[in-house]
């Protein structure tokens, strides 16, 4: 059997992205066939890098097309990605998506969540930025070894002043700590907040990115109220841990992002600190705090359980030397930042796609 472009087309119809529930081919994300005798070559574009379903969706290819057009082809499948993005952003425009990490109170470990997505989704090829907006407590500079750092400002053609993100770890980095001294107080009132906000935003030199990830407060305050209604917004991931001091305060915050005049969509819950796990024992799992709180608070408001973060020893004093511990390939948690990344770049594609 002579082996056609269209015959491979036909074939890839059959499969389906699990996620956006329609096959490759009227996804648009089958490239550049090539044929030439038995061998087949051809670029499956994903909606991202972090994709966690290319191995599957690759086999899948291989399968179709040895099933369905000739069991004897040699197939070179290359897998790139063309991060998806809202059909109706307006501003900020060379940004594809804005992730608000959350949490309804301090102390779960948000920034950390934060710094090690961000990192995770650059390992995985994608552009990616960090606002750290946690005025009250900016924790970027020290978990990216930049304490003392101060970002450069250029001018544009236009005449306008912007500020250069800081570049750590392949991450483009803005944080309020990185303009005031780390020894002194800065008693914001709310407008004057909001203001220096919008300027890391608005004012920055962001180029282009996949995603800029933006580390809330605390709570539900000024902060996240400005953001969600100035800027487009992709989703929220909101963090917590399994105990139920914090899960009170955390179900505030999720529902915060459902309410009219914000309705942000909700990726999902990450639920840090979920047990205990010895280095040395990897294998071995103590819920010292409780379990399934995450879980069971993403159930009860209908989002995705984006994953658990085991409380391994070495985490703090990775992001307190300045290298957060997603830079580290074999290490537990570094695996569940990957897992998890992966989950919410899928959410935003399925999002995206609606």
């Not at 969706?57 to 069991?71: D, G, T």
């Not at 500079?141 to 101060?150: C, E, S, Y």
């Not at 962001?206 to 400005?226: E, K, S």
């Amino acid at each position: 059997m002579i082996i056609t472009e269209e015959s491979i087309l036909a074939a890839l119809r059959n499969v389906e992205d699990p996620d956006l529930k329609k096959d490759l081919v009227t996804l648009n994300m089958i490239k550049d066939v090539k044929i030439n005798d038995k061998n087949v070559a051809f670029t499956l574009e994903l909606t991202t890098p972090a994709c966690p379903l290319k191995d599957m969706l690759k086999n899948a290819c291989v399968n179709a097309i040895k099933h369905f057009v000739a069991a004897n082809a040699i197939i070179d499948i290359n897998i790139t990605s063309r991060v998806s993005k809202p059909v109706d952003t307006s501003q900020l425009k060379a940004i594809k998506n804005i992730i608000l990490v959350s949490s309804g109170k301090g102390g779960v470990g948000k920034s950390t969540v934060a710094s090690n997505l961000a990192i995770t989704l650059a390992k995985n090829g994608a552009k990616v930025g960090l606002i750290d907006a946690d005025i009250y407590g900016p924790s970027v500079p020290t978990m990216f070894n930049l304490v003392g750092a101060k970002p450069s400002a250029k001018e544009t053609e236009g005449g306008k002043t912007l500020i250069e993100p800081i570049e750590q770890y392949g991450i483009k980095l803005l944080s309020l700590g990185f303009f005031a001294d780390p020894d002194q107080p800065v008693p914001w009132r709310g407008p004057m907040a909001s203001n220096a906000i919008k300027q890391l935003f608005n004012d920055a030199d962001w180029g282009a990115l996949d995603y800029l990830l933006v580390d809330l407060p605390p709570g539900t305050g000024d902060i996240h109220i400005t953001i969600c209604q100035t800027f487009p917004i992709a989703g929220a991931v909101i963090v917590t841990t399994p105990q139920q001091v914090a899960l009170a305060d955390t179900r505030k915050g999720l529902a915060m992002f459902k309410m009219p005049g914000i309705d942000i969509p909700v990726l999902g819950v990450i639920e840090n600190m979920a047990y205990f796990t010895p280095k040395e024992l990897p294998e071995n799992k103590y819920y010292i705090f409780g379990k399934d709180g995450g879980k069971m608070l993403a159930e009860q408001f209908g989002v995705p359980f984006l994953g658990e973060i085991p409380l391994v020893q070495g985490i703090s004093a990775s992001g307190d030397n300045g290298r957060p511990i997603s830079l580290e390939d074999n290490h537990p948690q570094s695996f569940a930042f990957n897992e998890i990344a992966g989950k919410v770049a899928q959410q935003i594609s399925i999002n995206n796609i609606k």
